[in-house]
């Protein structure tokens, strides 16, 4: 028996992180908050572009800070946007709403998966159960899967907000590990950051799958704590691997 037939026996569910490893994340976040930006541009001309941004970024920190310590409401949009008119000095009257809109709907028109990920799923589906491990808040992660049409490829959807565990903690993959019915040797976890995605489940016993589309990586340059079992390029690859 040949190498990929004894690794295919072994395993029986894939799951896979959502951001960065199943679409362009980054992509759809700069774009969306772009078109934010450029409103406010337009609307009052003597706002500039680095103070908005700085701003914006303020708040974003403190919104991953809060979602460290399991808390989730200052990812709220409307939030966000309040905070950032309050902080650029600006009357809200309703604004807030408005670039909550702009916000969405450039999201729905930016958050695509990459080419080959619907494929790859529907491939990997027949003969695994499929599941997404995602850190962030209910809403939100929810909009995106369904934006991207991916729902129908996962028996299993975990999501911080609701488990009440994050990723690196590995209480969420165990609960992942525990919905699929196998052991951890029999898991794979796909995904794009070392220390949530790949060290977490490599702690546990799960097999690991680096996705490093950027050229970010090399195997050899890790510790052997976040070295994967196989880093990939392409989603692809994974095909050839299990
Ligand atoms: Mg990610």
New binding site residues.
Partial sequence: MTRSHSRRREVKAIFF?????LYD?NFSSDYSKNKVFSYLLNRYPHLKQDDILSSYEKIIQDAVEEETKGLYGAWDRQKRFSRLLLSLGLKDDGLSKKLVTIFAEARAESSKPYPETQDVLSKLKEKYVLGVI??GPSVYQREEISLLKLEAYFSHILISEEIGFRKPEKEIFQIAIKKAGCRPEEAVMV???LG??IEAAKNLGMKTVL?DSKNRFTKEDLAPEERPDYLIRRLTELLDLY
Avoid at 17 to 21: A, I, Q, V
């Fill in positions: 992180d959502l951001d960065n490893t994340y995602t850190n995904g794009d950051n949530e995605d996705f």
